[in-house]
């Protein structure tokens, strides 16, 4: 089955700096790369996804790249700000449904002000 | 507002108790979920609904115990649960179980077991 490592757990970064949060995946057949935002005592939200026939993709100041050569993702945010203090879950998975995904163990990105 | 509704947020249950959770979607989706969080671990699937059928159980012991009436509401079952089942439940709702898409989360139902 798929395996999806996420690091690292815990980010914290100054307002205004720039986050970066990393995946890797196992299964070559995965083609769907969502991230999802939990903010405390809220529901995971959907940010920011991509598909394999991409390799980046840009959504104000979230980006999110893939590499599918070496099996790994990244969630890029610029200038921070208070409100992206939250916890971010990647997740990997086929085209088969959300039931094919499998989700990181999520990163706390604290934002220092 | 995501349009999916958990009750209660909060439970805190024996082990002998029996006890349910609801979520209800209105978003007119076709597919629904329950998932476990627990702290420091990834989301864990627990099980899914297409079009009010049950189509998968991630091995899930039979303590929980799902219902889909019909395909807006779901209902995870509980019964002699233990400590270490204490964990966020979240529900969840997607278009359809065939693509890969978004998924719509509850806020959670916050499970204590004592």
């Known amino acids: 089955g798929e395996n999806v490592e996420q690091h690292p757990s815990t980010l914290s970064v100054q307002e205004g700096d720039s986050a970066v949060i990393k995946c890797t995946y196992s299964?070559?057949?995965?083609?769907?790369f969502p991230w999802y935002k939990q903010e405390l005592g809220k529901r995971p939200q959907l940010i920011i996804d991509i598909r394999s026939n991409v390799g980046e993709k840009k959504d104000q100041r979230i980006a999110v790249t893939l590499n599918k050569t070496a099996k790994h993702f990244s969630l890029h945010i610029t200038e921070t700000q208070p409100e992206d203090s939250a916890v971010y879950f990647c997740a990997a998975g086929t085209g088969g449904g959300a039931d094919g995904l499998t989700f990181g163990k999520g990163t706390h990105l604290i934002i220092q002000p | 507002e995501t349009g999916v509704t958990q009750t209660p947020r909060h439970l805190v249950m024996g082990m002998t108790n029996k006890k349910s959770l609801k979520c209800e979607q209105h978003l007119g989706h076709n597919a629904m979920y329950w998932y476990k969080q627990s702290a420091k671990k990834p989301l864990e699937l627990m099980f899914v609904?297409?079009?009010?059928?049950?189509?998968e159980n991630n091995s899930v012991p039979s303590r929980f115990s799902p219902e889909c009436p019909n395909s807006s509401h779901l209902f995870l079952h509980l019964h002699t649960l233990q400590p270490e089942d204490s964990a966020l439940y979240l529900c969840?709702?997607?278009?359809?179980?065939?693509?890969?898409?978004?998924?719509?989360f509850g806020e959670g139902s916050r499970l204590t077991v004592l």
């Open positions: 609904y297409s079009l009010e059928e049950r189509v």
């Open positions: 299964d070559s057949a995965s083609n769907y």
């Open positions: 969840a709702s997607s278009q359809d179980r065939g693509n890969a898409g978004e998924l719509f």
